[in-house]
């Protein structure tokens, strides 16, 4: 029996679930799956846009559920949603690893199901998603020049300011769901979205008032 059902799954999908049902696992894997999309959107490194297909990171996502579904009654007490997310976290830094030669999978990577992509990935997601909004009729340098001033802005956050950043703004995640992936607070998560949000915010209003600089000669 489990000793508490999480609250965003119906208990007959779950038990469904713990009693080694795929269909039941693959009902919330499609339930979730345009959220999950969003995630691989948003942290995949700008450098394999084009050679990975983020449904071939669900499809793998997918695969490592099915074999971790005698975990699901311990790892998903709290969310299906959370659960969710962590294994396609995971699938995609084993992505980036495989693809960019970065550290070595960790051992202890399948113990933890509150262990975020690392402050040096959701640095670089933040700032490239941020940069390829930039416009500027002014051409490539004025953009690189507001370029630096998003990657200044993001990297004088705290790392769990980021982290709570990313997931609330750009992950789209309920405070919830934010203070269940890293593991404080929900008024604490709120709290650090706004101050992020603040910080973010002017950063942005420092690049829309900058003055046009003219062309060099």
């Not at 960019?100 to 992509?117: E, W």
Request: glycine residues 4%.
């Amino acid at each position: 029996m489990m000793t508490q059902l999480p609250e965003d799954c119906e208990p007959e999908l779950v038990n469904r679930i713990i009693a080694g049902d795929r269909t039941a696992l693959a009902e919330l894997f499609d339930l979730h799956r345009n959220r999950l999309w969003r995630i691989v959107n948003f942290r995949l490194d700008s450098r394999l846009r084009g050679r990975v297909d983020a449904d071939d990171i669900l499809q793998e996502a997918w695969l490592d559920a099915v074999r971790r579904m005698d975990r699901f009654l311990k790892e998903a007490s709290q969310s299906c949603f959370v659960w969710l997310r962590l294994i396609v976290t995971q699938t995609l830094a084993d992505v980036h690893r495989a693809h960019l030669g970065t550290q070595k999978r960790d051992a202890g990577r399948d113990r933890s199901i509150h262990r975020p992509l690392g402050a040096g990935s959701t640095a670089a997601s933040l700032s490239s998603f941020l940069s390829g909004r930039l416009t500027s009729p002014s051409g490539a340098a004025i953009r690189a020049e507001q370029g630096e001033i998003v990657d200044a802005a993001v990297e004088s956050m705290p790392e769990l300011d980021r982290e709570v950043l990313a997931l609330r703004h750009f992950e789209e995640l309920s405070n919830r769901e934010t203070a269940c992936v890293l593991e404080i607070s929900e008024q604490a998560a709120s709290m650090r979205y706004v101050r992020a949000l603040g910080r973010l915010k002017e950063a942005l209003r420092t690049i829309q008032n900058e003055p046009e600089k003219p062309p060099s000669e």
